[in-house]
């Protein structure tokens, strides 16, 4: 079955190129990144695994680790970590599943048999310290995926968390925020300092909260 936003993140054990992994005790109390590709030696994934690398210390700031599947074997995917050092410039720092039998991908519905009967397709999970799933995203496997926006959805994700707030289209890091539409204009005076404006009685928008 497809797994939705608020439900828990199915554990599994795993090979991956750092060893078995057991994935709650891996990813312990911080964010993960999920994601899976159709296949090693192939041009998109190479980028995409390239840049996610380059991404680490950008991973770390926001308490989140990546990790990658696909349904290659981890000697495959050890000899491809050296391609996409060579050709993207940042060796692979975080572990890539070898989902041989597909349990995985059959686990968090990686495999959609419309598109491919075996391989995986592009899916983003991201999972927060508990455990829940808080976004999902699936790409077709000829378009790269845009890791920026993935950080940008956990931004927003710890932001809105934590304050009563909302994040508008194409928000950025340090922008202006929406008001949760739940609160009065009174708890709003009380909880923005800097104070509010007000579009419409529904679209209220304020600095974002630090
Ligand atoms: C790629 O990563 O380039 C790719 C993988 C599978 C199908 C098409 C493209």
Redesign the pocket.
Known sequence: MAIRLGDEAPNFTAPTTEGEISFHEWKKDSWAVFFS???DF?????T?LGFTAKLKEEFAKRNAKAIALSVDSVEDHKAWSGDIEETQGCAVNFPIIADTDRSVASLYDMIHPNA?NT?TVRSVFIIDPVNKVRLTLTYP??T?RNFNEILRVIDSLQLTDGHKVATPVNWNQGEDVIVSPGLSDDQATELFPTGFTTVKPYLRTTKQPS
């Open positions: 590709h159709p296949k192939t041009p998109v994934c190479t995409e491919d391989l496997a000829s790269g």
